[in-house]
């Protein structure tokens, strides 16, 4: 009999059968589970269901060893895997399961969950088509799209969650908000973000609020939503829970509103202004290093550059560095570009493509050369990456709002 850590071992008839499994699942694998079948994988579904993942893929990977045909082991320790982070070990088992139940509707759906999670839009897209039609492989197609920049498509994903065929569906009503916000509907997506505000205190959604009423031209009103967020952040923690959940998003996100303060004031042609709101986020803060980086673009645009982008330090993430090395000098516009395309996922490219747009525009207009700032502004553009203020500064410049 296998040997097991203390307190971490199956019944003896529960091992048995596994034993006796090991030698049945030689053939197809039937979509039913078998009482014996059942009895091997229910140790694991209870422990995956109870959150005690380490004792779950002990069970799971023991089972495996011993019956290597079973494709409900495979799925189960698939999804242990996913809520461990693993997500090549999981799309590996998940593979094996679809191996042995090609038809597998739930393997499907997860495994298109997982690709989704890791970057492969193309294949999250293709398993859920034929995962079958449900309130969650929607959401995924959906959502695999969008990061494909095909929000016209996405849309149609979100208008049937939206209408109601699978009951009250309020997961569908941000990225639904997002579409029409990508697609010019800015006016549109903003009310749907003041729901979402209301019902759910999604932070993205106060991002896009304040970001789709900047683009709109409604500055002052997103002042005020931004001071309201300031003012509700700096207040001490509510005791009832769910107030307590609200406060914490804002309060812990407090920052993104001071930059996001910051590009209202950027939209405004007020550079100065926006500089010294920068000016307020520490150099540890998750913000720091885009507000380097916006701050060196607003003191170009005022015809006061300094040092202090130099200055700063080197950004954690790598193309923030490769940006920080093009405002300062030291790579060209075209390598710049160039440099948009060393990555294999397609939003990131997407994301990179924006901002060198936008940066590569500021230099440009802050040197005189309007027509070379814009046609880098409609690369920007191009991208629909709709939550960077980037791109929502970019659209401002070219004079875009949203109807």
Same mark, same amino acid.
């Given at each position: 009999m296998?040997?097991?850590?203390?307190?971490?071992?199956?019944?003896?008839p529960v091992?048995r059968?596994?034993?006796?499994l090991?030698? *049945?699942?030689s053939? &197809?694998?039937?979509?039913?589970?078998?009482?014996?079948?059942?009895?091997? &994988?229910?140790?694991?579904?209870?422990?995956?269901?109870?959150d005690?993942?380490?004792? #779950?893929?002990? =069970?799971?990977?023991?089972?495996?060893?011993?019956?290597?045909?079973?494709?409900?082991? %495979?799925?189960?320790?698939?999804?242990?895997?996913? #809520?461990?982070?693993?997500?090549?070990?999981?799309r590996?088992?998940?593979?094996?399961?679809l191996?042995?139940?090609?038809?597998?509707?739930?393997?499907?759906?997860?495994?298109?969950?997982?690709?989704?999670?890791?970057?492969? %839009?193309?294949?999250a897209? /293709?398993?859920?088509? &034929?995962?079958?039609?449900?309130e969650?492989?929607?959401?995924?197609?959906?959502?695999?799209l969008?990061? *494909?920049?095909r %929000?016209?498509?996405?849309?149609?994903?979100?208008?049937?969650l939206?209408?109601?065929?699978?009951?009250?569906?309020?997961?569908?009503?941000?990225p =639904?908000?997002?579409?029409l916000? /990508?697609?010019?509907?800015?006016?549109?997506?903003?009310?749907?973000?003041?729901?979402?505000?209301?019902?759910?205190?999604?932070?993205?959604?106060h991002?896009?609020?304040v970001?789709?009423l900047?683009l709109l031209?409604?500055?002052?009103?997103?002042?005020?939503?931004?001071?309201?967020w300031?003012?509700?952040?700096?207040?001490?923690?509510?005791?009832d829970? =769910?107030?307590r =959940?609200?406060?914490?998003?804002?309060?812990?996100?407090?920052?993104?509103?001071?930059?996001?303060? #910051?590009v209202v004031r %950027? #939209?405004?042609?007020?550079?100065?202004?926006a500089v010294? &709101?920068?000016?307020?986020?520490?150099?540890g803060?998750?913000?720091?290093d885009?507000?380097? *980086?916006?701050?060196h673009?607003a003191l170009?645009?005022?015809?006061h550059p300094?040092?202090?982008l130099?200055?700063?330090?080197?950004p954690?993430?790598?193309w923030?560095q490769?940006?920080?090395?093009?405002?300062?000098?030291?790579?060209?516009?075209k390598?710049?570009?160039?440099?948009?395309?060393?990555?294999?996922?397609?939003?990131?490219?997407?994301?990179?493509?924006c901002?060198?747009?936008?940066?590569?525009?500021q230099?440009?207009?802050? /040197?005189?050369?309007?027509?070379a700032?814009?046609? *880098?502004f409609?690369? /920007?553009?191009?991208?629909?990456?709709?939550?960077?203020?980037?791109y929502?500064?970019?659209?401002i410049?070219?004079?875009?709002?949203?109807?």
């Open positions: 296998p040997s097991f850590p203390p307190g971490r071992r199956f019944v003896l091992i059968l596994i034993v006796v090991s030698g *049945l699942l053939g &197809v694998h039937a979509f039913a589970l078998t009482e014996s079948e059942w009895k091997a &994988v229910r140790p694991i579904r209870e422990a995956r269901l109870a005690d993942l380490p004792r #779950a893929l002990l =069970y799971a990977n023991n089972v495996i060893k011993l019956a290597p045909q079973l494709a409900e082991a %495979y799925e189960e320790r698939a999804q242990i895997l996913r #809520a461990t982070g693993d997500l090549p070990g999981a590996r088992d998940l593979d094996r399961v191996d042995l139940q090609p038809k597998s509707r739930t393997a499907l759906a997860l495994r298109a969950r997982v690709r989704l999670e890791q970057s492969d %839009y193309e294949g897209i /293709a398993d859920a088509a &034929v995962a079958g039609r449900s969650e492989m929607l959401n995924v197609h959906g959502e695999a969008m990061a *494909l920049n %929000y016209r498509e996405a849309l149609e994903d979100f208008k049937i939206r209408g109601g065929s699978f009951g009250p569906n309020t997961n569908s009503r941000f =639904y908000a997002l579409c916000f /990508a697609l010019g509907d800015v006016a549109g997506a903003v009310p749907w973000f003041e729901t979402e505000i209301t019902d759910g205190g999604l932070i993205e959604a991002r896009m609020l970001l789709g900047c031209g409604r500055h002052d009103e997103a002042e005020k939503r931004l001071a309201s300031m003012e509700t952040a700096a207040k001490p923690a509510p005791t829970d =769910y107030d =959940y609200l406060w914490t998003s804002l309060h812990d996100n407090r920052d993104e509103a001071v930059l996001l303060s #910051a %950027y #939209a405004r042609a007020d550079f100065t202004g010294a &709101v920068l000016d307020r986020i520490e150099k803060s998750d913000q720091a885009q507000a380097r *980086l916006l701050r673009a170009l645009r005022s015809g300094d040092d202090g130099k200055n700063a330090g080197e954690k993430d790598a923030t490769v940006v920080r090395r093009y405002l300062l000098g030291g790579i060209s516009d390598e710049l570009l160039a440099k948009t395309e060393d990555t294999t996922d397609f939003a990131e490219r997407r994301r990179r493509e901002e060198a747009g936008f940066y590569a525009g230099k440009r207009l802050a /040197a005189g050369d309007d027509l700032a814009s046609l *880098l409609e690369k /920007a553009a191009a991208t629909r990456m709709i939550s960077l203020p980037e929502i500064l970019t659209q410049a070219l004079g875009k709002a949203g109807n």
